[in-house]
């Protein structure tokens, strides 16, 4: 299994694209990709017109109603943020929608440094009450039907979550 990989001629998702710089960073690294971004509504962006410039789809949206079609993305990047349990279901499910049988979801996740510090002393996590805790999440993805639920620590304070769209057979 391939982890956190895009490549040439894929679509992706920004799910907030408020200042452009990661679809800025996949439109310059690879030829004849799709970026695709959601721009919150009330939220300015000077970048969305270059982005645009250079054919990417910038969209006024919420995350839990996606405006582009079932099955339209290889790889969705989302930066997680608190919400509430019943968004955060909506906002995932909606995202499940979006991409392609066996595409990747990718979450930014504060929180995770826990884990480490936590495993090194030998002792053991309390549950969270926190949806957006990083095993929490991981546990709500997989319950979602999300498949190949991961996490990889990036720095001391984030960690990336990954998961796929189960591929049909």
Request: aromatic residues 6%; glycine residues 4%.
């Amino acid at each position: 299994m391939s982890w956190a990989k895009i490549d040439h001629n894929t679509a992706v998702l920004d799910m907030d694209c408020s200042d452009g710089r990661l679809l800025q960073a996949c439109l310059e690294e690879y030829h004849h990709l799709r970026a695709c971004g959601i721009l919150p509504y009330n939220t300015p962006c000077q970048q969305t017109e270059d982005l645009q410039k250079k054919g990417a789809e910038i969209l006024r949206a919420e995350k839990y109603d996606i405006p582009w079609r079932d099955e339209s993305f290889d790889t969705v990047f989302l930066n997680m943020l608190p919400v509430a349990a019943t968004d955060l279901n909506d906002i995932l499910m909606e995202i499940k929608r979006v991409m392609k049988p066996g595409a990747q979801l990718l979450i930014a996740n504060p929180g995770l440094y826990l884990l480490p510090l936590t495993r090194m002393s030998g002792k053991t996590i309390k549950k969270s009450a926190a949806q957006d805790h990083p095993l929490s999440l991981m546990k709500t993805l997989d319950q979602l039907g999300f498949a190949d639920v991961s996490a990889r620590v990036t720095h001391m304070r984030y960690a990336v979550l990954a998961a796929h769209r189960a591929a049909q057979t």
